[in-house]
């Protein structure tokens, strides 16, 4: 149990577009989802925190216009990277909790990379 | 603001032979979760200890959870090729997951 997805796993596009990446709770319902990023051989450092229906809170540093998180459901959470630039290449990941879970549960992670 | 500490932050060991990373906090740790991740993969959980003094065991990794909960450790015995990763601890601290800045194990065949 407690399986979270990510779509796509790994996405190639030119800078200016935007790019969405879908964070999904398989066999649980997601009340806060995370989305973090990670630069090769470092860490995870939180972009935002998400609860479903309600507005995301970003960490500092973060921008909110460019990183746009949506949480409309319980087992769906969206981060749309907009006006991509090479800068923003990096691998991004999500983690759910559940109202029933202790835990956090991360996805699989999306390879985002700017051209 | 929180701040983990891990160390050491790169390890290179041959097969078989004993480490221990270590996770030190600059505040009590709300529960602190220790992680492992592969290249291009999400992290998965390996363990979560609460309470101060606790010891957990998961076949040959070993978790020690300081007595002032601002500490902990992991050791792994007898080191396989298959243990290398980046090793994450975590503290749940406000209901987010922080983590610390990783230790990256290369075991050797």
């Known amino acids: 149990g407690a399986v979270v997805s990510q779509h796509p796993s790994w996405v190639i596009c030119k800078s200016g577009t935007s790019v969405k990446i879908e964070c999904r709770s398989l066999d649980f319902q997601a009340t806060t989802m995370f989305w973090y990023r990670q630069f090769p051989k470092q860490s995870l450092m939180l972009m935002a925190t998400s609860n479903e229906g309600s507005k995301a809170t970003y960490e500092q540093g973060v921008e909110k216009d460019k990183f746009l998180i949506n949480h409309a459901s319980l087992t769906l959470s969206t981060l749309t990277v907009t006006s991509a630039h090479p800068e923003d290449s990096s691998f991004y990941i999500c983690?759910?909790?559940?109202?029933?879970?202790?835990?956090?549960?991360f996805g699989p992670g999306t390879r985002l990379t700017v051209t | 603001t929180q701040l983990l500490e891990q160390s050491p932050q790169f390890l290179s060991i041959q097969e078989g032979e004993n480490l221990t990373v270590y996770c030190n906090s600059s505040s009590v740790f709300s529960s602190l979760q220790w992680y492992r991740q592969e290249p291009g993969e999400g992290p998965v959980l390996l363990v979560t200890v609460v309470t101060g003094g606790e010891v957990k065991k998961l076949k040959r990794l070993t978790f020690q959870f300081g007595d002032a909960r601002k500490d902990s450790s992991l050791h792994i015995t007898a080191a396989q090729p298959g243990d290398t990763g980046l090793y994450l601890c975590a503290d749940s601290l406000t209901g987010k997951l922080i983590f610390g800045q990783g230790t990256t194990l290369q075991v050797k065949p």
């Open positions: 983690s759910a909790r559940g109202l029933a879970l202790r835990d956090a549960y």
